[in-house]
Protein backbone atom coordinates (compact mmCIF):
# COMPACT_ATOMS: atom_id res chain seq x y z
CA UNK A 1 0.00 0.00 0.00
CA UNK A 2 1.19 3.16 -0.91
CA UNK A 3 2.49 5.75 2.19
CA UNK A 4 1.38 9.59 2.30
CA UNK A 5 3.64 11.83 3.52
CA UNK A 6 2.77 13.60 6.46
CA UNK A 7 4.06 16.72 6.95
CA UNK A 8 5.19 18.05 10.79
CA UNK A 9 3.21 21.33 10.47
CA UNK A 10 3.86 21.68 14.38
CA UNK A 11 7.49 22.58 13.01
CA UNK A 12 6.68 24.49 10.28
CA UNK A 13 6.22 28.47 10.16
CA UNK A 14 3.01 30.09 9.54
CA UNK A 15 1.60 30.17 6.26
CA UNK A 16 -0.16 33.50 5.45
CA UNK A 17 -2.13 34.57 1.93
CA UNK A 18 -3.48 38.05 1.21
CA UNK A 19 -3.52 40.44 -1.52
CA UNK A 20 -2.61 43.71 -2.20
CA UNK A 21 -5.21 46.38 -0.83
CA UNK A 22 -8.61 45.98 0.44
CA UNK A 23 -10.37 49.20 -1.51
CA UNK A 24 -10.82 48.26 -4.95
CA UNK A 25 -14.83 48.69 -6.68
CA UNK A 26 -14.52 45.41 -8.50
CA UNK A 27 -14.76 43.39 -5.31
CA UNK A 28 -17.90 45.01 -4.47
CA UNK A 29 -20.41 42.71 -4.44
CA UNK A 30 -18.37 39.76 -5.10
CA UNK A 31 -15.03 39.65 -3.24
CA UNK A 32 -17.19 41.54 -0.36
CA UNK A 33 -21.01 41.29 0.04
CA UNK A 34 -23.51 43.48 -1.19
CA UNK A 35 -24.33 46.51 0.92
CA UNK A 36 -21.15 46.59 3.08
CA UNK A 37 -20.28 49.75 3.33
CA UNK A 38 -16.86 50.73 2.40
CA UNK A 39 -15.85 51.52 6.13
CA UNK A 40 -16.28 48.33 6.87
CA UNK A 41 -14.37 46.39 3.81
CA UNK A 42 -10.87 46.29 5.77
CA UNK A 43 -12.92 44.59 8.81
CA UNK A 44 -14.41 42.28 6.43
CA UNK A 45 -11.33 41.34 4.14
CA UNK A 46 -9.06 40.98 7.19
CA UNK A 47 -11.21 38.11 8.31
CA UNK A 48 -11.06 36.26 4.98
CA UNK A 49 -7.35 36.91 4.52
CA UNK A 50 -4.01 36.60 6.75
CA UNK A 51 -2.32 39.30 5.19
CA UNK A 52 -2.77 42.14 2.96
CA UNK A 53 -0.05 44.39 1.65
CA UNK A 54 -0.65 47.90 1.82
CA UNK A 55 0.74 49.55 -1.79
CA UNK A 56 -1.03 53.04 -0.66
CA UNK A 57 2.17 53.41 1.68
CA UNK A 58 4.28 53.53 -1.60
CA UNK A 59 2.88 56.81 -2.99
CA UNK A 60 2.68 58.46 0.83
CA UNK A 61 3.23 57.06 4.12
CA UNK A 62 0.73 57.78 6.83
CA UNK A 63 0.54 59.05 10.32
CA UNK A 64 0.76 56.69 13.03
CA UNK A 65 -2.92 57.08 13.80
CA UNK A 66 -3.99 55.89 10.80
CA UNK A 67 -1.73 52.80 11.39
CA UNK A 68 -3.33 52.79 15.13
CA UNK A 69 -7.44 52.86 13.30
CA UNK A 70 -6.31 50.32 10.72
CA UNK A 71 -4.80 47.58 13.49
CA UNK A 72 -7.65 47.72 15.17
CA UNK A 73 -10.16 46.65 12.37
CA UNK A 74 -8.36 43.41 12.74
CA UNK A 75 -8.56 40.68 14.18
CA UNK A 76 -5.67 38.98 16.54
CA UNK A 77 -3.43 36.57 13.92
CA UNK A 78 -3.97 39.03 10.89
CA UNK A 79 -0.91 41.30 9.95
CA UNK A 80 -0.32 43.83 7.40
CA UNK A 81 3.18 43.94 4.85
CA UNK A 82 3.67 47.40 4.29
CA UNK A 83 5.39 48.97 1.22
CA UNK A 84 7.85 51.57 1.69
CA UNK A 85 7.25 54.66 0.11
CA UNK A 86 8.90 55.44 -3.31
CA UNK A 87 10.70 58.67 -1.83
CA UNK A 88 13.13 56.32 -0.41
CA UNK A 89 13.31 53.60 -3.07
CA UNK A 90 13.62 55.75 -5.88
CA UNK A 91 16.29 57.81 -4.56
CA UNK A 92 18.98 58.36 -6.67
CA UNK A 93 21.50 56.85 -3.91
CA UNK A 94 20.12 54.60 -1.40
CA UNK A 95 22.94 55.26 0.71
CA UNK A 96 21.40 58.35 1.53
CA UNK A 97 17.84 57.63 2.50
CA UNK A 98 18.51 57.12 6.66
CA UNK A 99 16.51 59.54 7.77
CA UNK A 100 13.41 58.88 5.26
CA UNK A 101 13.98 55.54 6.52
CA UNK A 102 13.53 56.29 10.39
CA UNK A 103 10.31 58.28 9.58
CA UNK A 104 8.82 56.01 7.93
CA UNK A 105 9.52 53.20 10.16
CA UNK A 106 8.28 55.34 13.04
CA UNK A 107 4.79 55.42 11.38
CA UNK A 108 4.70 51.40 10.50
CA UNK A 109 5.33 49.98 13.96
CA UNK A 110 1.89 51.30 15.43
CA UNK A 111 0.82 48.65 13.88
CA UNK A 112 1.80 46.41 16.85
CA UNK A 113 1.42 43.12 16.63
CA UNK A 114 -0.30 43.11 13.24
CA UNK A 115 2.67 44.47 11.68
CA UNK A 116 3.86 41.73 9.16
CA UNK A 117 7.19 42.32 6.62
CA UNK A 118 8.38 45.51 5.19
CA UNK A 119 8.26 45.40 1.28
CA UNK A 120 11.26 47.40 -0.43
CA UNK A 121 10.07 47.69 -3.92
CA UNK A 122 12.91 48.53 -5.81
CA UNK A 123 12.98 50.46 -9.19
CA UNK A 124 13.10 48.54 -12.44
CA UNK A 125 15.70 50.72 -13.82
CA UNK A 126 17.84 50.01 -10.38
CA UNK A 127 20.72 48.10 -11.67
CA UNK A 128 22.74 46.31 -8.66
CA UNK A 129 25.34 48.07 -7.37
CA UNK A 130 27.17 46.03 -4.26
CA UNK A 131 28.19 49.19 -2.42
CA UNK A 132 24.76 50.97 -2.64
CA UNK A 133 22.63 48.16 -1.81
CA UNK A 134 25.54 47.02 1.23
CA UNK A 135 24.94 50.78 2.51
CA UNK A 136 21.09 50.85 2.41
CA UNK A 137 20.68 46.59 3.86
CA UNK A 138 23.02 48.50 6.69
CA UNK A 139 20.11 51.12 7.23
CA UNK A 140 17.02 48.62 7.95
CA UNK A 141 17.40 47.99 11.52
CA UNK A 142 16.43 44.59 13.32
CA UNK A 143 13.94 46.78 15.62
CA UNK A 144 12.43 50.06 15.52
CA UNK A 145 10.67 51.80 18.73
CA UNK A 146 10.97 48.15 20.41
CA UNK A 147 9.81 45.88 17.94
CA UNK A 148 11.21 43.47 15.87
CA UNK A 149 11.30 43.80 12.22
CA UNK A 150 11.66 42.29 9.23
CA UNK A 151 12.62 43.26 6.06
CA UNK A 152 12.02 41.76 2.38
CA UNK A 153 13.37 43.54 -0.81
CA UNK A 154 11.73 43.54 -4.11
CA UNK A 155 14.49 43.62 -6.92
CA UNK A 156 13.27 44.25 -10.75
CA UNK A 157 16.77 44.53 -12.52
CA UNK A 158 18.29 41.11 -14.30
CA UNK A 159 21.03 42.28 -12.86
CA UNK A 160 20.48 41.40 -9.18
CA UNK A 161 20.76 37.99 -10.26
CA UNK A 162 24.07 37.85 -8.74
CA UNK A 163 25.81 36.16 -6.13
CA UNK A 164 27.04 38.93 -4.60
CA UNK A 165 23.72 40.34 -4.09
CA UNK A 166 22.28 37.03 -2.08
CA UNK A 167 25.83 37.03 -0.56
CA UNK A 168 25.06 40.68 1.22
CA UNK A 169 21.04 40.33 1.54
CA UNK A 170 21.92 36.82 3.47
CA UNK A 171 24.50 38.32 5.79
CA UNK A 172 21.97 41.48 7.17
CA UNK A 173 19.13 38.79 7.39
CA UNK A 174 16.84 40.43 4.80
CA UNK A 175 14.69 38.24 2.45
CA UNK A 176 14.75 38.78 -1.44
CA UNK A 177 11.37 38.58 -2.63
CA UNK A 178 10.03 36.10 -5.00
CA UNK A 179 8.39 37.56 -7.84
CA UNK A 180 6.17 35.39 -10.40
CA UNK A 181 5.79 37.58 -13.02
CA UNK A 182 6.23 37.97 -16.93
CA UNK A 183 7.67 41.25 -16.54
CA UNK A 184 10.00 40.66 -13.84
CA UNK A 185 13.38 38.82 -12.57
CA UNK A 186 12.47 35.80 -10.20
CA UNK A 187 14.64 34.74 -7.72
CA UNK A 188 13.50 32.02 -5.20
CA UNK A 189 16.78 32.08 -3.61
CA UNK A 190 15.94 32.35 0.08
CA UNK A 191 18.10 35.16 1.82
CA UNK A 192 15.90 35.83 5.17
CA UNK A 193 13.96 33.87 8.02
CA UNK A 194 11.02 34.24 6.38
CA UNK A 195 9.66 33.65 2.61
CA UNK A 196 7.90 36.83 0.84
CA UNK A 197 6.05 35.60 -2.57
CA UNK A 198 4.15 38.19 -4.72
CA UNK A 199 2.22 36.01 -7.28
CA UNK A 200 1.49 38.24 -10.16
CA UNK A 201 -0.23 35.68 -13.19
CA UNK A 202 -4.20 35.91 -11.76
CA UNK A 203 -6.67 35.34 -14.99
CA UNK A 204 -9.80 37.03 -15.27
CA UNK A 205 -11.47 34.01 -16.67
CA UNK A 206 -10.38 31.99 -13.80
CA UNK A 207 -12.90 31.86 -10.92
CA UNK A 208 -10.30 31.64 -8.51
CA UNK A 209 -7.46 33.68 -10.32
CA UNK A 210 -5.87 30.32 -11.33
CA UNK A 211 -6.11 26.83 -12.56
CA UNK A 212 -6.75 24.31 -9.35
CA UNK A 213 -4.08 22.64 -10.73
CA UNK A 214 -1.53 25.64 -10.02
CA UNK A 215 -3.02 26.48 -6.57
CA UNK A 216 -1.94 22.97 -5.77
CA UNK A 217 1.61 23.01 -6.92
CA UNK A 218 1.33 26.83 -5.06
CA UNK A 219 0.02 25.14 -1.83
CA UNK A 220 2.56 22.37 -1.94
CA UNK A 221 5.85 25.06 -2.47
CA UNK A 222 4.30 26.92 0.66
CA UNK A 223 4.30 24.36 2.89
CA UNK A 224 7.99 23.20 1.60
CA UNK A 225 8.92 26.55 2.41
CA UNK A 226 7.42 26.29 6.01
CA UNK A 227 9.22 23.45 6.85
CA UNK A 228 12.11 24.67 6.01
CA UNK A 229 12.66 23.10 2.33
CA UNK A 230 13.50 24.81 -0.66
CA UNK A 231 11.43 24.21 -3.95
CA UNK A 232 13.18 23.35 -6.74
CA UNK A 233 11.61 23.90 -9.74
CA UNK A 234 11.72 27.82 -8.35
CA UNK A 235 14.55 29.78 -10.54
CA UNK A 236 17.55 29.87 -8.32
CA UNK A 237 20.68 32.41 -8.63
CA UNK A 238 22.79 30.84 -6.38
CA UNK A 239 21.45 27.02 -5.55
CA UNK A 240 18.49 25.46 -3.89
CA UNK A 241 18.98 26.44 0.15
CA UNK A 242 19.90 23.54 2.64
CA UNK A 243 19.43 25.23 5.68
CA UNK A 244 16.42 23.31 6.80
CA UNK A 245 14.68 26.00 8.95
CA UNK A 246 10.89 26.23 9.29
CA UNK A 247 10.21 29.76 7.84
CA UNK A 248 6.79 31.93 7.92
CA UNK A 249 5.15 32.34 4.40
CA UNK A 250 3.51 35.38 3.14
CA UNK A 251 2.26 34.92 -0.43
CA UNK A 252 0.14 37.67 -1.89
CA UNK A 253 -1.71 37.77 -5.26
CA UNK A 254 -0.80 40.97 -6.69
CA UNK A 255 -1.55 43.06 -9.99
CA UNK A 256 -2.73 40.94 -13.30
CA UNK A 257 -6.33 40.02 -13.08
CA UNK A 258 -6.77 42.36 -9.60
CA UNK A 259 -10.80 41.23 -9.10
CA UNK A 260 -9.77 37.78 -9.08
CA UNK A 261 -7.01 37.83 -6.32
CA UNK A 262 -8.87 37.98 -3.19
CA UNK A 263 -10.50 34.94 -4.38
CA UNK A 264 -7.07 33.49 -5.50
CA UNK A 265 -5.83 33.90 -1.47
CA UNK A 266 -8.66 32.43 0.02
CA UNK A 267 -8.72 29.43 -2.29
CA UNK A 268 -5.04 28.91 -1.48
CA UNK A 269 -5.41 29.61 2.34
CA UNK A 270 -8.01 26.85 2.54
CA UNK A 271 -5.55 24.30 0.51
CA UNK A 272 -2.51 24.90 2.72
CA UNK A 273 -4.81 24.90 6.07
CA UNK A 274 -4.47 28.36 7.47
CA UNK A 275 -8.14 29.08 6.55
Known sequence: ???????????????????????????????????????????????????IEINGTYYRAPDASTYEKWAAQTPEGFVFSVKAPRLIVQARSLAGTGPRVHSFLDGAVALGDRL?????QFMPTRKFDPDDAAAFLDLLPEKHGGMALRHAVEVRHESFMDERWLELARARGVATVFTDSPKYPSLADLTGPFVYARLMRSESDEATGYPASQLKTWAARAHTWAEGGDPADLPHTGGVSRDGEAKDVFIYFISAAKERNPAAAVALAKLVGSA
Not at 2 to 12: G, L, M, P
Not at 42 to 51: D, F, I, M, T
Open 116 to 120: GPLLW
Open 1 to 51: MATKRVRNHEAAGHIRTGMGGWVFPPWRGVFYPEGLVQKRELEYASRQVGA
